[in-house]
């Protein structure tokens, strides 16, 4: 399957967008696809070879998952690659487009249990929970 893509525009410097996307005292209040959901933990090592590991749980505890991986390439301030446990790549690229304006592109293989529309509607809603998280904190 081909790889799909996404994309958001966010209205914060660079800096500030790659510092919120990675640590995880950012990630735990952003990373999630719908309100009933929540990411109660996330331990991130941030360097090639390093692993994160983001529970990601439903908040009547009816269902939960860990979403984990190992980075393989880091370009501060500009692009991460990692790989999942299950062997699908990532890509995420931050485009600075000027001072206070980043472009963040999210390029990730598909898995085989849920359609493509499906997929991509939960990654751009995580996507968009960051955005919204980024511009008003």
């Known amino acids: 399957m081909d790889p799909i893509t996404i994309d958001i525009t966010i209205l914060a410097p660079v800096e500030k967008v790659w510092d919120y996307f990675n640590e ?43 979403f ?30 000027d001072d206070n304006t980043t472009k963040v592109i999210e390029i990730f293989d598909p898995e085989k249990q849920n359609s493509v529309e499906m997929q991509r509607d939960g990654w751009y809603a995580i996507l968009n929970n960051f955005h919204k998280y980024v511009e008003n904190h």
């Open 24 to 66: 995880p005292k950012h990630i735990t209040k952003w990373n999630f696809a719908h309100e009933t959901w929540q990411c109660p933990s996330s331990e991130n090592n941030l360097a090639e070879g390093g692993r994160f590991k983001h529970r990601m749980e439903a908040k009547d505890k009816s269902f939960g998952f860990d």
């Open 68 to 97: 984990e991986g190992v980075y393989d390439e880091i370009i501060p301030h500009e692009i991460i690659k990692y790989h999942m446990d299950d062997g699908r790549k990532v890509k995420i690229i931050f485009d600075k487009i």
